[in-house]
């Protein structure tokens, strides 16, 4: 009988999360669902069990932006689990003012970057290095437009310069510079657990949403977005190149997947382009160990 394979999703209770997980589910996968809200997640368990019943849905608690939230969904996963197949970086934030976590991190960056790295580093020791498993981080197409300032991470001294959309694509490149650099370091171990990155395009999700970043304030700006949000992918479409980062048959490590159509806002999914600033070797190296040294978790560091 084959080993039960196991995922964890971040942010799996609504837009991309909840439909990589409903996708996942179908395909027999036992899925940890790493939510914020456990009404909200409880509440997408119900629907996502209505739509496949039967399916194995844990929700374990999980705030990115709170590195002793991820200890304690580390900690509660191994006292559950034995193994881990997937993990799928999903969750995200965009949009807020200039705000820090606990540990003095500008919000977006720790939410987007910092806790995924971290999470990933706690829960690596989870996958068989001599079998086939993959580590998926959900990019955005903003990491194109995004710079990394390396000696100012933080936004401590652009205070008067802060912007909410600079501050997330700031967190996009780093997650994509992360991606490739974890695929290197996974390939130097000789591990065959992969690094492999995906974005949605254009998604209609609640990211913006939540915070009021994406409300139209004009009524020109409202027309526009009513215009725009018919050209725009589903939730249930533009979780598609996540699930071929996760279960594709060709994908290799350091791949990373888009909408294949016009500039990548939607289509089926593609290779899609990559900042060059995210595979810059230096850069990367000087990344990885500054988010070692910010979060505190270390992993892989002599590769």
């Known amino acids: 009988m084959s080993e039960v394979k196991i995922a964890v999703v971040t942010g799996a209770n609504a837009g991309l999360g909840y439909h990589t997980t409903l996708k996942l589910a179908r395909k027999g996968y036992t899925v940890v669902m790493g939510c914020r809200s456990l009404e909200r997640a409880e509440a997408a368990r119900e629907q996502l069990l209505a ?16 590195p002793a939230s991820i200890t304690a969904f580390v900690e ?10 997937l993990l799928v970086n999903n969750a995200g934030i965009v949009g807020v003012p200039l705000t820090f976590n606990s540990a003095d991190h500008e919000l977006h960056f720790a939410t987007n970057y910092l806790g995924p790295f ?9 996958f068989d290095a001599a ?8 990019g955005s197409l903003a990491h194109r437009l995004g710079k990394l300032p390396l000696d100012d991470l933080n936004w401590k001294g652009e205070k008067p310069e802060y912007d909410p959309m600079k501050a997330y694509a ?36 609640e990211i913006t949403r939540k915070t009021g970043y994406g409300t139209p304030t004009s009524g020109f700006k409202k027309w526009f977005q009513g215009k725009m949000e018919r050209l725009v992918p589903t939730p249930d479409q533009a979780s598609e190149p996540t699930m071929l980062a996760a279960c594709g048959d060709a994908v290799a490590n350091g ?28 850069t990367g190296k000087r990344l990885w160990a500054l988010t070692e040294d910010m979060t505190g978790v270390r992993f892989l560091s002599d590769l």
């Open 131 to 138: 079998k086939p498993g993959r580590i998926v981080n959900v």
């Open 255 to 282: 791949d990373y997947y888009g909408p294949g159509g016009f500039l990548e806002i939607g289509g089926k999914p593609a290779p899609a382009k990559v900042n060059k600033l995210a595979k810059d070797l230096e």
């Open 118 to 126: 971290a999470l990933t580093g706690l829960l690596l020791p989870f």
């Open 170 to 205: 700031r967190s996009k490149i780093a997650t994509q510079s992360f991606n490739q650099e974890l695929a290197r370091r996974l390939a130097a171990s000789g591990s065959k657990v992969i690094s492999v990155g995906a974005h949605p395009g254009f998604a209609a999700t």
């Open 76 to 85: 509660t996963f191994g006292q559950r689990y034995t193994h881990l197949d």
């Open 51 to 66: 739509e496949v019943p039967g399916a194995v849905l844990d929700i374990i608690p999980l705030d990115l932006s709170d």
